[in-house]
């Protein structure tokens, strides 16, 4: 069969162009434009996600100087707290200078016993169960030294009982419980903590 367009009116050589352009604009679009469309939008959504996370960095690095003052303040706090509470590798030594400040206002321990610790977020309170002899006297000037003490010892739950026919030697019998409260290291938080005080009974030691 012969096709030649030359055998065609002319109204159907326009249209035989007619649909050749549109067959060659739609294989162009398919082929070329669509692809290069989608690739494009890929491009600006990842532009605008990237552009999201730089916008976000940038944010966090206008407050870099207000980070660095919190940390620089809570470093001082951490700072001040050391200088007032014990770490937990010191409760020992602690223990040591309570049991000689009770020696050096000449009063007696009769009973030393650690009990249950209470952890918090940033410390531990160690309440120690104390049983004393001695008089009125050496129990104020033990309370006093506790006070002056340059660690928080608070000393609570105090009862004092007379004891009969003294005969010249110890005219009081106190129970108190004395709690000290140590500050917990935050890299050994994670590691559990340790036992504590071994439990115990005697007199006080200098």
């Known amino acids: 069969m012969d096709l030649s367009l030359n055998k065609l009116p002319w109204y159907g050589q326009v249209g035989a162009f007619v649909a ?6 739609a294989a162009f679009w398919y082929f070329y434009v669509q692809p290069a469309q989608e690739g494009l939008a890929a491009k600006r959504t990842e532009l605008a996600s990237l552009q999201t996370t730089i916008n976000r960095g940038l944010a966090t690095a206008r407050r870099l100087p207000q980070f660095r003052s919190e940390v620089a303040g809570l470093q001082a ?13 010191d409760v020992a030594d ?9 020696t050096q206002s000449n ?3 009769q009973g030393f016993t650690p009990q249950a610790v209470a952890t ?8 120690i169960g ?3 002899e001695g008089t009125y006297h ?4 033990f309370l006093e030294r506790v006070s002056k003490f340059p660690r928080i010892i608070n000393v609570n739950g105090l009862e ?17 419980t004395a709690t000290t409260f140590v500050l917990i290291d935050p890299a050994a938080a994670g590691r559990g903590r340790g036992a504590g005080p071994a439990r115990g009974r005697g007199a006080g030691q200098g």
């Not at 918090?120 to 309440?127: D, F, G, S, V």
């Open 20 to 25: 050749l352009g549109l067959g060659i604009t």
């Open 77 to 89: 706090q951490l700072e001040r707290l050391r200088a007032v509470l014990p770490e937990e590798r």
């Open 94 to 102: 602690l223990l040591r200078r309570v049991q000689a400040m009770a």
């Open 107 to 109: 009063l007696t321990i």
């Open 120 to 127: 918090r977020q940033l410390h531990a309170e160690w309440p």
């Open 130 to 132: 104390l049983e004393l």
């Open 138 to 141: 050496d129990l104020g000037a």
């Open 160 to 176: 004092i009982r007379t004891r009969e026919n003294a005969g010249g030697g110890p005219t009081i019998r106190a129970q108190a």
